[in-house]
C-alpha cells in the first residue's frame, strides 16, 4: 500500500468512526516509521514480520511531561542494566490505546561523547511496566482510550532506530501523520455532509429556506472538495520525496511549510463543515441521538487543532515564510 492507499483507508474508516479513524492513521505513521528507518536491521525485519503475522497494533510514546508539547524534546534518557539490556523511564502525558498495543515508539535521549542525541526506541509492550496516571476524559474521540502513564521499557540495543529521532520526525512521521490526520478529518467531514444531505432529502420541504439550504449545503461541499485536494496535493508530493524525485515547487524549507499548512488548514476546514452541517440540520443535528444527530463527528472535529496545536505549526510556519515562494 501506498500513502494515498492508506490516507484512503483512514477516511473511509472515519467516516464511520472518527476513534478507528484516528487509530488506524496513528498506528499506520508508525508502522511507516519502521518500514523507511528500520531496513538493514534484523531486529526490524524481525519485529515487522511478527508484526505482519502476528497483526500487532503499534502506538507512539514521543510526547512526555515537562517538555510543553514540543516532541523533538526529551528529558528522558536510556540507561543500562545488569544483564546488558538498555532501560528507560518516562512520563508520558497522553498516549492513546496502549492496552491493545503490542509495540510502542518511544522517544529519548542516549547519552554518549559530549553531547546526548534524541533517539526512536521500538519497545514490545511485553518489556514495558506501566503506572497509570489520571485517566483523561476528552470531549470526543473517546474510543481512542488516551491517559497518562509512567513507563519502565526495557529493551535490546538494536530497538534503538540508527538514525536520530528529529531526523525521522521531519522525514516520516509529522508528513505522513498530517496527511492520516487529514484524510481522517474529511471522513469526519464526509459523515456530516451525508447526515445534512439525508436530511434535506427526506425532511426539507420545498420554498425558499430550502433554496438557502441547498445552497449552502454545496457550498459545504465545495470546502470539502477543497480540504481533498489538498490531501491529494500532499500525498502527490510526499509519495514524489519518498521515491526520491523532487516535488514540484517543494525545494528547501517549502516541504516542511507545506505539510504544516495541510494539518492546520484540513483540521479547520472539517470544523468548518461540520458546524455548517448542523446549521442546515438545526436542532435535530444538535440531539446527542437519532438519525440526524452530529454529536460524534462534532466532538471528533474539535480534536483536530489540538493534536499538535495549530498554533506551534503555524508559529513555525511563520519563521519561515519569507523564505518561501508558493508557485503553481
Not at 55 to 71: C, H, N, P, R, Y
Not at 123 to 134: H, K
Not at 254 to 280: D, F, H, M, Y
Request: neutral net charge; contains cysteine; glycine residues 8%.
Amino acid at each position: 500500500m501506498g500513502l494515498g492507499d492508506v490516507a484512503r483507508v483512514t477516511q473511509h474508516i472515519a467516516r464511520v468512526s472518527g476513534s478507528a479513524g484516528l487509530i488506524y492513521a496513528m498506528h499506520m505513521s508508525q508502522l511507516l516509521t519502521l518500514v523507511r528507518h528500520g531496513r538493514d536491521n534484523p531486529f526490524f525485519d524481525d519485529l515487522l514480520r511478527r508484526a505482519a503475522r502476528d497483526q500487532i497494533l503499534f502506538a507512539s510514546g514521543t510526547s512526555e511531561k515537562g517538555v510543553g508539547g514540543d516532541i523533538l524534546h526529551s528529558l528522558c534518557s536510556i540507561d543500562d542494566t545488569p544483564d546488558g539490556r538498555l532501560s528507560v523511564t518516562k512520563e508520558i502525558p497522553n498516549i492513546s490505546y496502549v492496552d491493545h498495543a503490542g509495540v510502542v515508539l518511544i522517544s529519548c535521549m542516549r547519552p554518549g561523547g559530549k553531547k546526548a542525541t534524541q533517539v526512536l526506541v521500538a519497545a514490545e509492550t511485553a518489556g514495558i511496566a506501566f503506572t497509570p496516571g489520571r485517566e483523561t476524559g476528552f470531549i470526543g474521540m473517546r474510543g481512542i482510550q488516551n491517559r497518562s502513564y509512567q513507563l519502565t521499557a526495557r529493551f535490546e540495543p538494536a530497538a534503538i532506530f540508527a538514525q536520530p529521532y528529529p531526523v525521522i520526525a521531519r522525514e516520516t512521521m509529522a508528513p505522513s501523520i498530517h496527511i492520516f490526520w487529514a484524510a481522517l478529518w474529511s471522513g469526519i467531514a464526509r459523515h456530516a455532509l451525508d447526515v445534512a444531505r439525508t436530511f434535506v432529502a427526506k425532511e426539507m420541504a420545498e420554498g425558499e429556506v430550502a433554496a438557502v439550504v441547498r445552497h449552502d449545503l454545496t457550498r459545504l461541499a465545495d470546502m470539502h472538495h477543497a480540504m481533498n485536494a489538498l490531501i491529494r496535493d500532499a500525498i502527490a508530493d510526499e509519495e514524489r520525496r519518498m521515491s526520491g524525485e523532487p516535488a514540484v515547487g517543494a525545494t528547501g524549507l517549502a516541504p516542511a511549510a507545506r505539510s504544516n499548512r495541510l494539518k492546520v488548514t484540513c483540521s479547520r476546514l472539517v470544523n468548518e463543515i461540520c458546524q455548517g452541517a448542523l446549521e442546515v440540520i438545526g436542532i435535530r443535528g444538535y440531539a446527542v441521538d437519532g438519525p440526524y444527530s452530529l454529536s460524534e463527528p462534532l466532538r471528533d472535529a474539535l480534536s483536530g487543532s489540538l493534536m499538535v496545536s495549530n498554533y506551534r505549526l503555524s508559529a513555525n510556519n511563520a519563521k519561515i515564510e519569507r523564505f518561501i515562494e508558493e508557485e503553481l
